[in-house]
């Protein structure tokens, strides 16, 4: 063997040892041989996933040290084609049994690291299906409607239909039909919002009464639930837009025991059966007689407390007999059928049921609020 040769392989040797004790930490991740057989008992490397993975990734770098394009073996590989041509297939072998030697242990480390990693990755994905299962946060209907609901439930349940009408009015709907002339203090446009085009925002539910009569004919019985506007400026009490329920009944023969009746039923059932009311004269356009409802209080049963400001009395809203003008507005002949009116606030009335110090929240949707009810 010529001097050159054999200083080749020398350094490829040297390499070779170099490359056993880089390899020495991975060595207990090869296979054993037990009775002449290759065995690997890969739950004994005792590596995290994580672990695991570095090593792996531990062994692919020194996998490109050994044997990667820039490593010092790949540089003597070179060198073969300027060897002798009698000594070329000699030196060509010994260095691709170095390099075997090498690889061969890497791909056995590898194989088995894998498979560790395969198995740990299924054991912390693996399901149990036995636990219960994750329940998604319900969430619930608005207070106002959950008031809403309740309300309506108990005049269907008294034969009323719910009928709905339109938030934008006309002039006729919002004042004329209603028995509100023109040059009616009731008409000052501090009453609600007005477009340009001459329509408005209705003011109040009661604009659904002449509505309902055009479409549904005598006898009739509706409420109209619905959002009602208004020039307010927000505070603890008023807010520019609000909910209120209207009630219209048009029967023959109708008169104002009739109307007692119903608004005390309906309180009676809203807040139980002790509920006591009162009536107290009052004016509206659109009524005649009108009056003004109240109910004994649902927290102190009329003894007086802070939610009845002492009284004993909450107020449920206006009513009155609906005036013979209004029956006329709808084509109704006032000789042959009578009818009454009642309109309540419904934001009013769910402040009072859940003592809310400023009815302001049931409209800033702030979940932290909503969710209490
Ligand atoms: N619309 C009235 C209001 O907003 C309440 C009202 C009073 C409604 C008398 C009626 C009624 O139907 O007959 O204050």
Redesign the pocket.
Known sequence: MSSEVAGYRAQADSIREAFERKFERFARFLNKRINGENVVDVTEFNLSLEEAQAELRALSDLETWYVGRKSQLSALKKLIGKVSPEERSGFGQYLLLTQIAGTDKIAEVESNLQSYIWKKRSERERVDVTLPGRRPRRGHLHPITQLRQRIEDIFVSMGYAVEDGPEVETDFYNFTALNIPELHPARSPQDTFYTTGGLSLR????TV?VHAMQRRRPPLRVIAPGR?FRRDTPDATHNPMFF?V???LVERGVQMGHLKGTLSEFVRRLFGAGTRTRFRPSY?P??EP?MEADYSCFKCNGAGCRLCKGSGWIEL????M?HPNVLRAARINPDEFSG??????IDRMCGLMYELDDIRLLFENDVRFLEQF
């Open positions: 003011s109040q539910t009661s009464q009602v209120q209207e009630g219209l509206f659109f009524t009108s809203g206006g009513s009155g609906v009454f009116a009642f309109g309540l606030g």
